[in-house]
């Protein structure tokens, strides 16, 4: 395995961040959460974000935060779910390492965010239904972005982070896109 970045994504709840320390750990990586340094970096919570600047400032922000923390190689990265919606991100992942989408089924991801009151696309509205929708709207741009896809429900995030790390060493680098 190389010393690119290891970019996780996937749906919110998906179990990036804590699965994210985990292989952080186990391969020696510094470990980054995308929305955490969005929060150090402008002092307030991601609702508060998405309150005044709405999504598209999020994103904005977003955007900005990963192309800064991709710029240092060998970490272990835990994006936002939403960050593969901006083409720059998912070109920006593919070129910068090892992309990971960490999947997880609709009624998993109800289940992980039931108690969740700090995910601002879920505050006041179907959690089912918002979710699958996202999910439905996301899910192309995940697999379109990921060098390997992890089934993340039924293990620990230790166990998960184990499979994780036999995945990476064992996969080979894809060529680059000649298009680009």
């Not at 402008?42 to 923390?69: D, H, Y």
């Not at 896809?149 to 064992?170: D, K, N």
Request: glycine share 10%; aromatic share 4%; proline share 6%.
């Amino acid at each position: 395995m190389d010393e690119g970045n290891i970019f996780l994504v996937g749906m919110m709840g998906a179990g990036k961040t804590t699965v994210g320390r985990a292989l952080a750990r186990r391969l020696g990586r510094p470990f980054v959460d995308c929305d955490k340094e969005i929060v150090q970096r402008t002092g307030v919570p991601v609702a508060t974000i998405f309150e005044i600047e709405g999504e598209a400032g999020f994103r904005r922000r977003e955007s900005e935060t990963l192309f800064q923390i991709a710029a240092t190689p060998g970490q272990v990265i835990a994006t936002g779910g939403g960050a593969v919606i901006v083409p720059a991100n998912r070109d920006l992942m593919r070129r910068n390492g090892t992309v990971v989408y960490l999947r997880v089924s609709v009624d998993r991801l109800v289940e992980r965010t039931a108690r969740d009151t700090a995910r601002p696309l879920l505050a006041g509205v179907d959690r089912r239904r918002t979710l699958e929708t996202l999910l439905t709207a996301r899910e192309p741009l995940y697999r379109e972005v990921a060098h390997l896809v992890i089934e993340s429900a039924g293990q620990s995030p230790g166990a998960l982070a184990g499979r994780l790390a036999e995945a990476l060493h064992r996969q080979t680098p894809r060529p680059p896109d000649p298009s680009s």
